[in-house]
């Protein structure tokens, strides 16, 4: 298994070494994210021994039940969250890379001041307009900015965002989501959370400083599951 996951590495890093010669950018930019969404404890032990150390879940009860069997590995939250889970989020997670709302952003903060720390956040950003995804609208980020502003124990890292599958479409909303940041920057943090297995590399051309891999690097769901 491990060295199955190894060579899966091996590739997913030599394409992000060449999306960072094609756009002139630093390998040591990109935070490569393994998201590891339904995958069991053995199959992040492989990835750990194959030398990744950045993970990432979208759902709160896999990071419970992950993130302490790895203590030394960080983990992100990548998903929408719920704000009775967001204690949870608090204590497990080293960011949190889906907030959409004051709401769930006054929550995290009263619990991550409760835990004595700050909890880094990337805004999520709805750039491809679909009603089956959270997010923002692009027109209305300032209006959370503000409010956001007041919370000492919750800080913006940076934008976050889920392309369109329409291939065609995905450089320019992730080239949109380099504008926002370009205009609010100053507020929202340098960070830009974006790129999947399928247009991770566009996605660094376009200025991603984080991408969260899954199936690039683990293969099909069912490969390790034993039978």
Not at 55 to 79: R, S
Not at 148 to 170: C, H, I, N, W, Y
Request: charged share 25%; proline share 4%; aromatic share 6%.
């Amino acid at each position: 298994m491990t060295n199955q996951i190894s060579d899966r590495i091996h590739r997913v890093q030599e394409k992000i070494s060449g999306a960072c010669r094609r756009a002139g950018r630093r390998e040591k930019d990109i935070t490569l994210i393994a998201v590891t969404k339904t995958w069991p404890i053995e199959v992040v032990a492989a990835a750990v021994e194959a030398g990744l150390a950045e993970f990432g879940e979208n759902k709160v009860q896999e990071l419970v039940a992950k993130a302490p069997h790895f203590p030394d590995q960080n983990w992100y939250m990548i998903g929408h969250l719920q704000r009775n889970k967001a204690r949870q989020v608090v204590a497990h997670a080293k960011e949190f890379h889906a907030l959409d709302s004051i709401r769930l952003a006054q929550t995290l903060n009263r619990h991550a001041e409760s835990a004595g720390r700050v909890l880094p956040c990337f805004l999520q950003v709805n750039v491809s307009g679909e009603a089956s995804k959270f997010g923002l609208d692009p027109t209305r980020i300032d209006e959370i900015l503000a409010p956001l502003e007041e919370f000492q124990s919750v800080r913006l890292a940076g934008l976050m965002t889920l392309a369109s599958p329409d291939v065609r479409k995905v450089r320019e909303e992730f080239r949109l989501l380099r504008r926002i940041r370009s205009r609010y920057g100053h507020l929202t943090g340098p960070g830009l959370s974006m790129g999947m297995s399928g247009d991770y590399e566009i996605a660094i051309e376009e200025g991603a400083t984080h991408v969260r891999v899954g199936s690039a690097l683990f293969g099909p769901r069912n490969q390790f599951k034993k039978t």
